[in-house]
């Protein structure tokens, strides 16, 4: 069985999942997933890193749902002064970072990521045209590119931007979706 690494944000994200994977909490934001992401790969000798835990969806899809994304965006790159798209970055050997893909070629749905949490849809958010929006997923996945192993993106829908649902709110969807969260991960893996 191949080295499988979880990685969310915070513990309640990972309760209920399986014993066999290892697991990382990396603390709120991109920038705090993509430094845990890369320490715990390194750490575990994971071949599989999994994006876990929570986003708001844009509008198309309902709170509750456990959606696999096949591709993630950053929002808060902009070199677009340097003529690169937005969202996208400059690499260690000056390729052009922006849309990074998971594994799971056959979902239709993006991902969003931001460091700020989004309260509100905003004309930048909307302009990548993305399904959801997280705090993590991008992060998670520069780590996964960098030591060069698949990554997949899971995550449970617990609010609609712009709702105004509160803390408990999101806390009850992700709750109620877990079951379903790990039936999505494992199904993945079957498949990998």
């Known amino acids: 069985m191949k080295r499988v690494l979880l990685v969310a944000s915070d513990k309640s994200e990972l309760k209920g999942s399986d014993d066999s994977y290892f697991k990382c909490i990396s603390g709120v934001g991109p920038i705090m997933a993509a430094a845990a992401s890369s320490l715990a790969i390194k750490e575990t000798g994971a071949e599989i890193v999994i994006s876990v835990g929570s986003a708001g969806s844009t509008g198309r899809l309902k709170k509750g749902e456990v959606i696999s994304f096949s591709s993630v965006f950053s929002l808060d790159q902009d070199l677009s002064s340097f003529h690169l798209p937005l969202g996208a970055t400059l690499g ?3 390729n052009t970072v922006g849309e990074l893909r998971s594994r799971d070629f056959s979902s239709p749905f993006s ?21 959801a929006v997280d705090m993590e997923a991008y992060g998670v996945a520069i780590a996964a590119s960098l030591h060069s192993i ?5 995550k449970i829908i617990s609010d609609i931007i712009g709702d105004n649902s509160g803390i408990g709110d999101v806390s009850y969807s992700v709750r109620e979706a877990r079951t379903r969260l790990w039936e999505k991960v494992n199904s993945l893996l079957k498949e990998a």
Do not use: G, I
């Open 150 to 154: 698949p990554f997949y993106c899971v």
């Open 92 to 94: 260690r050997d000056r």
């Open 111 to 131: 991902l969003l990521t931001s460091a700020s949490f989004a309260h509100t849809l905003t004309d930048r958010m909307a302009s990548f045209r993305c399904d």
